[in-house]
């Protein structure tokens, strides 16, 4: 049982490239989650999916895009990349929308540097 | 505005101390607290899970409290480990959505 599983660990870029970030879980969970956490700053939502086919935007959407055609994946695509957009991205996943209270599984994130 | 506040935001301790972190959160409407370890490196991983009814919860050698009335809690760290040094965060739920408000966390270090 892999559990949340990210990739790549660790991704350098130049700005206005594109990339696609993946995330995958085997925990069969509803919802799944990014966000990205930035020194000085808790994590912050990017998009969230509460089932397959349903994407909704978080706190920071802006220059991401979502997908969910399964349960088990929820990659996040780079449109441009900026340098603003270095920080580390974290996938999640738990139960059912929002978790209540079941806690969220994280993957061990895709350090991402923008130059 | 949802906000959380950890304190201190970093600390040291030697190797079989006690220690306590703090946690100070403006949600609304409050559905639960949740506390999170992080190692260097790794996704956070969940620790404790209170609703507003809960006033103390365990984890091993982790004792996380929770005051409703007035919006603190506390994550209490028995007999501390080299394997405790990380960042824990505290986390608060809003209630009727999927909300998690983000604390920045505290930084623990356990020396010898």
């Known amino acids: 049982n892999a559990g949340v599983t990210q990739t790549p660990k660790f991704q350098v870029l130049k700005t206005g490239q594109s990339m696609t970030l993946q995330c995958a879980q085997d925990?069969?969970?509803?919802?799944m989650s990014w966000y990205r956490q930035d020194p000085g700053m808790g994590l912050r939502l990017i998009h969230y999916s509460v089932g397959a086919g349903i994407t909704d935007q978080g706190e920071v959407p802006n220059g991401y895009n979502v997908s969910r055609s399964t349960t088990e994946d929820f990659p996040l695509r780079l449109l441009s990349a900026a340098p603003s957009q270095t920080s580390v991205y974290f996938c999640?996943?738990?139960?059912?929308?929002?978790?209540?209270?079941?806690?969220?599984?994280f993957g061990d994130g895709t350090r991402l540097s923008i130059l | 505005k949802n906000q959380v506040e950890q304190s201190p935001q970093s600390l040291i301790i030697l190797e079989g101390k006690n220690c306590t972190l703090q946690c100070n959160y403006t949600v609304s409407p409050f559905s639960n607290l949740r506390w999170y370890k992080q190692d260097t490196g790794r996704g956070p991983v969940s620790l404790t899970i209170?609703?507003?009814?809960?006033n103390t919860k365990s984890n091993g050698r982790y004792t996380a409290t929770l005051d409703a009335d007035t919006k603190q809690s506390s994550l209490h760290i028995t007999a501390s480990q080299l394997s405790d040094s990380a960042s824990y965060i505290c986390v608060a739920l809003t209630g009727g959505g999927n909300k998690l408000t983000f604390g920045t966390g505290t930084q623990l270090k356990v020396e010898l």
């Open positions: 209170m609703t507003f009814s809960e």
């Open positions: 999640a996943s738990s139960p059912n929308p929002g978790g209540n209270n079941q806690p969220q599984h």
């Open positions: 925990m069969n969970h509803e919802y």
